[in-house]
């Protein structure tokens, strides 16, 4: 079973940045294919950041340029690092497998982008 934990969300002005992490642990061998999910109350939960089978990161068209994906097989994490944050970027992040049978969630990290 694999436990994934998402943390370093908070509340920051708009242009502001933030640095996601999501630690995984338990029976996974690697970090392959671990993405980064939003969910923005009223709306279903999208993934929006992830990793190419060839190890490039794929970002949705409203946060490309600004959001960046990085994997940190020491601390067996996967971090989304968010700059110039939006009011609309405002949502619960998660982490979770980007394609196949999902893992269970994990609680999600609350990010609040101020005007």
């Known amino acids: 079973q694999v436990q994934l934990v998402e943390s370093g969300g908070g509340l920051v002005r708009a242009g502001g940045s933030l640095r996601l992490s999501c630690e995984v642990s338990?029976?996974?061998?690697?970090?392959?294919?671990i993405g980064w999910y939003r969910q923005i109350p009223g709306r279903s939960r999208e993934l929006i950041a992830r990793?190419?089978?060839?190890?490039?990161?794929i970002f949705v068209d409203y946060v490309r340029g600004r959001f960046a994906i990085f994997k940190d097989n020491t601390k067996n994490s996967v971090d989304l690092q968010m700059d110039n944050l939006k009011p609309e970027d405002t949502a619960v992040y998660f982490c979770?497998?980007?394609?196949?049978?999902?893992?269970?969630w994990g609680r999600g990290t609350q990010v609040t982008v101020s005007s």
């Open positions: 979770n497998r980007d394609s196949g049978i999902l893992h269970s």
């Open positions: 338990g029976d996974i061998s690697n970090l392959d294919g």
């Open positions: 990793f190419s089978i060839l190890g490039d990161p």
